[in-house]
């Protein structure tokens, strides 16, 4: 591991908001993470913050379609320039040529800007986010049809790229002299194994590695979340620092790998427990039902030799996924019972 951090049950988010009022959504993010804030993407801002599109700037070949909803890449015409270009850039190895714009990512500018005017005492880490590179190769379609995924060419040249966005944001959060967690989100994990998803697990976690290793190589940690169930085995063997996973809607099919978990702790991992829901289940739930079935989970690993201190130390409260698709009421009770809970574990 390459940064000193205890987890200690502080809070985090996974990233996205409903709100189209960007100083709204940096509030309720600082006000709701006040040890591990991380930057509010707003999907219903603009077209461009959906988490497949938010990505993609400095990706050769791509063509938006009329809508400005639909990505992909354009392999009609000769690409060796235009690879030859990527390459060029990435092997200068400078972060500011695959920065996000603010056309992108309203809400990262926003931090950075609030952060600079205040930073904030009680703050122990900052956190950033990217599109995982399987997610994003998953989801988007060469023009001849078949996916980047699918694509050697194409699928490395996403991976790199995710790697520099992943680096760069690590440069602009780093300069606060605070712990750095880059998170590559990989919702696309849940179709591993699948018919969906032919990939070898060894390319699986060679990309998620590419990834990881850039960040880790400048001292930050990294960070996977997956929003359903996947071979968690398989994300414990990566060199990721940090296993987010919905603890609420899937916390037993998590917990089926307590033997890796074992190792992947015993190897200085971490633990984000996204146990706070994000659908309308939240208008329903109690912050006793929350602390309730997260100290079940907390028990079970117990019953496996793993110390409480241990888990305590590796362990962070998220909720179970974005907030992007729900109303701002939802959003803002799911911000905070991620808040409260942190605050009840710490009492434990």
Request: hydrophobic share 40%; aromatic share 10%.
């Amino acid at each position: 591991m390459t940064t000193v951090f205890k987890g200690n049950f502080s809070a985090t988010a996974i990233g996205s908001l409903p709100h189209i009022d960007v100083e709204a959504a940096c509030e309720i993010m600082f006000k709701s993470l006040p040890e591990i804030p991380c930057w509010p993407q707003l999907p219903k801002l603009n077209v461009n913050e959906d988490m497949c599109i938010q990505y993609t700037e400095g990706l050769p070949c791509i063509t938006i379609a009329a809508d400005g909803k639909t990505v992909s890449i354009d392999v009609s015409q000769d690409t060796s320039g235009a690879l030859a270009g990527f390459y060029d850039a990435y092997l200068k190895n400078d972060p500011d040529l695959f920065r996000i714009s603010p056309e992108c990512s309203a809400g990262f500018y926003a931090m950075i800007e609030q952060l600079n005017k205040s930073p904030q005492k009680s703050f122990r880490a900052i956190k950033g986010q990217v599109v995982g590179p399987i997610t994003l190769a998953g989801s988007l379609k060469l023009s001849t049809g078949i996916t980047a995924l699918y694509s050697e060419e194409f699928f490395d040249v996403i991976i790199k790229l995710m790697a520099m966005k992943a680096y760069w944001q690590f440069t602009k959060l780093s300069q606060y002299g605070l712990p750095v967690m880059i998170f590559a989100d990989e919702p696309y994990l849940t179709s591993f194994g699948s018919a969906f998803m032919n990939i070898s697990r060894e390319r699986a976690i060679s990309a998620l590695n590419d990834v990881y290793e850039t960040v880790q190589a400048h001292g930050g940690l990294t960070g996977t979340h997956c929003c359903g169930n996947t071979d968690w085995a398989m994300l414990m063997e990566s060199k990721v620092d940090i296993v987010s996973f919905d603890a609420y809607e899937f916390m037993d099919k998590y917990l089926m790998y307590w033997r890796e978990i074992r190792a992947f702790l015993d190897r200085g991992g971490y633990l984000a427990w996204g146990i706070v829901p994000t659908s309308p289940k939240i208008m329903n739930v109690s912050l006793n039902d929350l602390i309730k079935k997260l100290d079940e989970g907390i028990k079970f690993l117990m019953s496996k030799d793993i110390s409480r201190a241990i888990i305590q130390e590796r362990s962070i409260i998220t909720p179970s996924c974005g907030t992007g698709t729900l109303t701002i009421e939802e959003a803002k009770r799911v911000m905070a019972l991620t808040y409260e809970l942190s605050m009840a574990m710490k009492k434990f």
